[in-house]
């Protein structure tokens, strides 16, 4: 007897994954660079219009941002841009911080690549127009993107980034409230530590690094006037 092949259900095409990873991933950096401020509106029908897809995908794409604290829901308005207040904020660094401190053992072998690729970053940000946030934005999300890539965990990394994701708005808005140069000059020497420690092949000094940076912007809002 010969017995019937089982249907078989097909997932969806890697095309149509692809595109919607890439629709989250432009609303995330969006949202992320302040280009979508906080309290404002995204709807659905706007949004399919302009990325020429159905609401289906966008509606899948808001449900992964509000599950990330980005957006939430509200009846009857929309998708609504969230901010963060600076209890939040502070609870947040101080969790970043404790986990730069322990990522030293979960980088990948550092190499004079990575040293070189942070060269480049820190004239990035030296070339930024005084005032320039957007193009500071940018330039963070990149940096911060290539820095989290060296780490060989993907669920720490995970953590990493979707940490960063939650509070880089913040820097943002307290940024034309500080001096500019001397954010810009911090930063610099943030990556200088950064670039020592990698051409001295101590992931351990990587990590705290990286910790160094988040303390730095605890005093940034304290200096903006951030009650944290």
């Not at 991933?25 to 897809?53: H, K, M, Q, S, Y």
């Not at 939430?72 to 939040?88: F, P």
């Not at 911060?144 to 960063?164: Q, S, V």
């Amino acid at each position: 007897m010969t017995r019937a092949n089982p249907t078989i259900r097909k997932p969806e095409t890697s095309g149509s994954q692809a595109r919607a990873d890439l629709i989250y991933r432009t609303l995330r950096n969006r949202i992320c660079t302040n280009r979508v401020a906080p309290d404002e509106v995204l709807r659905e029908e706007e949004l399919a219009g302009e990325f020429n897809v159905s609401r289906s995908p966008i509606r899948r794409v808001l449900a992964k941002l509000e599950h990330e604290g980005l957006v939430e829901v509200r009846h009857g308005v929309g998708t609504r841009v969230t901010r963060i207040d600076a209890a939040a904020l502070i609870e947040i660094y101080d969790v970043r911080m404790s986990i730069c401190a322990q990522t030293g053992p979960y980088f990948a072998p550092l190499t004079p690549d990575h040293a070189a690729l942070f060269d480049r970053h820190k004239a990035a940000f030296q070339a930024l127009a005084p005032g320039d946030i957007h193009g500071f934005a940018d330039t963070n999300l990149a940096y911060y993107a290539d820095l989290t890539e060296m780490i060989e965990n993907a669920c720490l990394r995970d953590i990493h980034r979707n940490l960063f994701f939650s509070t880089s708005r913040m820097w943002l808005i307290q940024l034309p409230l500080v001096d500019w140069q001397r954010t810009i000059d911090s930063i610099c020497e943030e990556l200088d530590e950064i670039i020592r420690a990698i051409r001295h092949e101590d992931p351990t000094g990587l990590g705290y690094a990286m910790r160094s940076s988040l303390a730095f912007n605890i005093k940034l809002f304290r200096s903006a006037g951030v009650a944290v």
